[in-house]
Structures are given as C-alpha cells and as structure tokens.
C-alpha cells in the first residue's frame, strides 16, 4: 500500500503544445502553463531560460543567446531541446526527487506520424517517467470540454491551437473521422508580418503580431472594430517606425488561414457517418483551443455550417484538462489512450 501512495499524486498529463505546454498533476490539477520556450546559448549549448522568461526574449537577444520554439506546427522540430524543456518542466513540478517515477500522458496531435510518436515517448522516458502513455488532441479537448465520449452519440470538437488545428467527430470513445492541419495561432502571426512587410514596408516581431491579433483580430465583421498602433522597423531607412492599423486590414490579411480552418471542418463533416450527422445538428460543435478566441470565430462557423457552434469555457485549457482527467481516470479512460504499437 506504501508504494501506492507513493504514486498516488504524481502522476501528471502533459499538453505539449507549439505555443504553451500545460502540467497537470494528479490530485492538483494543472500546476504549470508556460510558453514553450528555450533560450540556448549557441557557445556552450547551456539552456539560459525556459517558458515565460525565455519567451520575453524572443527576437531581445544578443548574438550568442538563441531563443527557440523547439514544436513546429504541432510537432517535436528539435528533438533534444524539446526533451531538455519537458524534463525541465518536469522536474520543476516534481521537486522532491525521491518520489517513485510518475505516469505521464502527453497530448498529440492527431495527424501525428508514428515515428514522430516514438520521439513524444522517447522525450517523457527522458525526462524521468516510468511510463508514457499517448492520448490524442481532439479526444483530450473533448473530455475537457465535458463531452460525453463515451456515450454512442456523435460529438464534435474543433480545437485551434498554436501550431495545429484538430477537427474530430468522436463517438463510444473513439474518434471517428478526424483531420488535423497544420494551420493555427501561430499561421496568424506570420499572416499578419507578411501584410505589415507588404503594405507598409514594416518589419514586425513574432511577438508584436501576436499582440495586434489579440487585439483587433476577427473571423467576420464585427461591430465595434478597432483599430491598433503596430511599432516595428522601417524597410527602407532601417529606422524605428508606427504605423494604424484597422481590424478589416487584419482580418483580411489573415482571411486565407481562417477559410482553412473553415475548410476543414466543412470536409470531417462531409466525411461523417449520416447517423451522427443527425447528432452533431443537436449538440453542435464545441470550439476550443487558443484560437477559438479570436472575435468571431464562432459566428464564423456557425454561418458557414448552419450548425450551432459554442465556445467551451476554458477554451485554453481543454486539452491540458482532458488529458489531466485521463490521469484521474485511467482505468475507466483508458481505452481512449492510443494503444501501444505491435513490435
């Protein structure tokens, strides 16, 4: 019984994202959410910051310091530093070392290659766990939105995150149609520098891009649209220039990612079996992820699917949330875990 307590608390779920990784323990709920971030220092490969302190760096740094996202579009880029992150992240959530080692369930995307599954697990072993289970994104934000995936009804979810958005209809625990593409918070961003370096000769900030979707991005009119003051580098003198900009610039310059988005939820529900399709027009489509917050995303897909779509409460932290109860729960959620590849 001993070795049991032991466990008991320090089995976690991680939500490994391109823009945020979420820590949720056992008994806590979510302890840690930070960027996912890593400052390097190029002459000693020495890690100097990580998450929130390392993503103040980005585009700050001196020569020698590299600030990276080690997740590209939803998937490890640079295997080594993510490991170093997540043992780090870890680590600082198990702080007393001689706890027995924890269970640990990471979020992946669905369109996930198996290969690039291995590395996930290869990465949570790394980092000090005694077994890593895999679970897939869109199931995670489903349990976390409190969707009844196991009941033989259909549910829908669609979660814009940072590097990825996940479409999936799931149903008796498991997805039935899904698609994952690689467009999401952080396509935005890059939408929105090319336009300011288009238009207005400005260079802009991976971080000052953010900052202006936040603030006047949209997914379809709005009716109190503002407009926002964008600080960057002049082009053509190389000197420090402010231009305005409006919300209808922004929303057109992101307007080709967002009719992806769109894109794919029109084409899993063209893929969805007729029966559920009967269900999915009366519990509609719960919306989550990061990027369900930009104004108008729901209005948008409720105009081009006819479907009643909501917001889930805690759009953020559906995924880190399911995946946390998945840990709560595992015996009675294990079958949605993915199963171990046969050797």
Sequence with gaps: MGSKLALFGRDMAVDLGT????????????VLNEPSVVALNTMTGKIVAVGVEAKRMIGRTPGNILA????????????????????????????????????????????????????????????GARKVYIVEEPMAA????????????????VDIGGGTTEVAIISMGGVVTSQSIRVGGDELDQAIITFAKKEYSLMLGERTAEEIKMAI???????????????????????????????HEIRKA????????????KSTLD??????????MDRGIALTGGGALIRGMDERLR?????PVHLVDNALDSVALGTGKCVEEFE???????PEPRH
């Design 19 to 30: 823009a945020n990784t979420l820590v949720y323990v056992r008994g806590r709920g979510i």
């Design 68 to 127: 990276v996202r080690p997740l590209k579009d939803g998937v490890i880029a640079d295997f080594e530093v993510t490991e170093r992150m997540l043992r780090y992240f870890i680590q600082r959530v198990l702080r007393r070392r001689h706890f027995a080692k924890p269970r640990i369930i990471v979020a992946v995307p669905s369109g996930i290659t198996s290969v690039e599954q291995r590395a996930v697990k290869e990465a949570g072993y790394q980092a």
């Design 142 to 157: 489903a349990i976390g939105a409190g969707l009844p995936v196991h009941e033989p009804t259909g549910n829908m979810v």
């Design 217 to 247: 991005g949209s997914a379809c009119e709005q009716q109190d649209e503002g407009h926002a003051e964008v600080r960057g580098r002049d082009l053509v003198s190389g000197l420090p220039k402010t231009v305005v900009v409006s919300a």
């Design 254 to 265: 992101t307007e080709e990612s967002i009719n992806a988005i769109v894109d794919a939820v």
């Design 271 to 280: 893929r969805c079996p007729p029966e559920l399709s009967g269900d999915l």
């Design 303 to 307: 105009d081009e699917t006819g479907m």
């Design 332 to 338: 009675a959620l294990q079958q949605v875990l993915v």
